[in-house]
């Protein structure tokens, strides 16, 4: 297995919208009733980054309403405004004046963050336009993949040079039109370096024919993209088996759009209501939902909770004892493997989580690191390759660590909302999808101390 390693803040990664950076830790106390509340959640940061990147290549002026202001947006936001793009934000209302296919500013560099969606979205709508740039992120960003996507772009006419190490950013991109035609391409890894090609895909020359090799991890983010794309006018065909897209040439149009909130924020609130024996419900969250981590509901009513979904709202009840004892498969829905974990400790008997092996690539290597932060409290796991099993147990007070990771710091809370004595390290982690999640927590009745 593999040897754990704490994966330290990368403050830079930090944007203006980050809060808590100067704090050591979050000093947590349990909620001392159960939790209720109606609450609404911003917008959801797949959906945000999809429709900026959209908007800003659209011809015309985009309206986004309930955007999702954190790190990941803030990266996207400042890289399209590098590009010569006007942003104007107001609120949680986003206008975007959009180039037309084409980036006012030919060259420069563009700072990604930690964000895997800005990482992978961006290089396929630089490489489809004109001029030169190079594309840095945090320093874990620049450990994670990106060769799948710097392989197919070349591919299609990009030059693009990998700078400082084999095989990750930071990269420079010599944009000069996508040729279109046909590619294979791998899913396994990320379903981000697809999304990113099909978000360009629009802007080759010629249709483009992407042929998927073998399975797709956590494929509803490429049925979002294909949604986004839709909404800004493509047009393109995709097999009954799901594995072969064809994408037509022409521009995106400029929408009006209004955004989900983010379904993976939702879930450490339903996690909180399942854990106290409370009542969470989400308001403004349509029941048809792309979003994968909705699938965190059949798991939580697997487990005895009671959910409720409504047109436009979803409650999740909880119940006194929560039940384990079983598999899941994480494929789809990978994002919640740490809530799930943190809801294991208090289940009746083990869980195992599964076929997630692709999430030791994401912010840290969440199997070891949440195998690690678990042992701390004197809670037994097993790590697998693509998993992990959790045992039920009484956790001990202890000093958590979330490696630089927003769903560590944010999953490892809710086990400071049941247990006496768990303070969470680099509170300001949060930033990069929730920046107000300590102040959420503390309007539902947890002690929240940041020092
Ligand atoms: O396209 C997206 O918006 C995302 C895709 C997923 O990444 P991977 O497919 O790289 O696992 C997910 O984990 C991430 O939070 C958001
Ligand atoms: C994996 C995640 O993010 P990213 O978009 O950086 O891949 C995540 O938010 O859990």
């Not at 799901?242 to 879930?267: F, H, N, R, W």
């Not at 994968?292 to 004892?321: H, Y």
Request: net charge negative; aromatic share 6%.
């Amino acid at each position: 297995m593999s040897v754990p390693s704490v994966q330290q803040p990368d403050f830079e990664a930090r944007s203006p919208w980050s809060r808590y950076n100067d704090r050591q830790e979050a000093a947590l106390s349990p909620a001392i009733s159960p939790i209720h509340a109606e609450m609404t959640i911003p917008g959801s940061k797949s959906l945000t980054n999809r429709a900026l990147l959209s908007a800003a290549l659209a011809s015309g002026t985009s309206e986004l309403t309930g955007i999702l202001k954190s790190d990941d947006s803030y990266w996207c936001i400042d890289s399209l405004r590098r590009l010569g793009i006007p942003i104007t934000v107001e609120g949680e209302c986003a206008i975007v004046e959009g180039g037309g296919g084409a980036w006012p500013i030919r060259h420069g560099e563009l700072y990604v963050g930690a964000a895997g969606t800005v990482a992978r979205f961006l290089p396929g709508a630089l490489a489809a336009s004109h001029g030169e740039w190079i594309l840095r992120g945090s320093k874990r960003m620049s450990e994670r993949p990106i060769a799948p996507l710097v392989h197919v772009l070349s591919s299609l006419g990009a030059k693009i040079r990998y700078l400082e190490q084999p095989e990750g950013l930071p990269i420079s991109i010599l944009g000069n039109g996508l040729s279109g035609g046909t590619i294979h391409m791998p899913g396994d890894q990320s379903s981000q370096f697809l999304s990113g090609l099909l978000l360009a895909a629009p802007y080759a020359h010629e249709p483009l024919t992407v042929y998927v090799k073998g399975p797709i991890v956590q494929r509803d983010y490429v049925e979002m993209t294909l949604a986004t794309m839709k909404q800004f006018g493509a047009s393109f065909h995709v097999s009954g088996d799901g594995q072969t897209i064809a994408i037509q040439p022409g521009p995106y149009k400029a929408q009006a759009l209004s955004l989900e909130p983010d379904v993976s924020t939702c879930g450490y609130f339903w996690a909180l209501a399942a854990l106290t024996n409370g009542c969470i419900r989400i308001k403004d969250l349509p029941a048809d939902t792309r979003q994968p981590d909705i699938k965190l509901l059949q798991a939580l009513e697997r487990m005895g909770c009671t959910t409720t979904v409504e047109s436009n709202a979803v409650e999740v009840r909880g119940t006194g004892q929560l039940k384990g004892g079983f598999t899941m498969s994480m494929n789809e829905w990978s994002d919640q493997t740490l809530t799930m974990a943190a809801l294991a400790v208090f289940a009746d008997s083990p869980i195992t989580l599964t076929d997630a092996a692709h999430i030791r690539h994401h912010e840290c290597d969440r199997i070891a690191a949440i195998c690690l932060e678990l042992a701390k409290l004197g809670i037994r796991t097993d790590e697998h390759p693509d998993g992990l099993t959790v045992y039920p147990g009484q956790p001990r007070p202890a000093r958590l660590n979330p490696h630089d990771d927003h769903r560590m710091a944010m999953a490892l809370s809710l086990i400071g909302a049941k247990t006496d004595g768990i303070r969470i390290a680099d509170p300001g982690c949060v930033s990069k999808t929730c920046p107000d999640y300590w102040e959420r927590l503390d309007a539902l009745g947890i002690g929240v101390q940041l020092q």
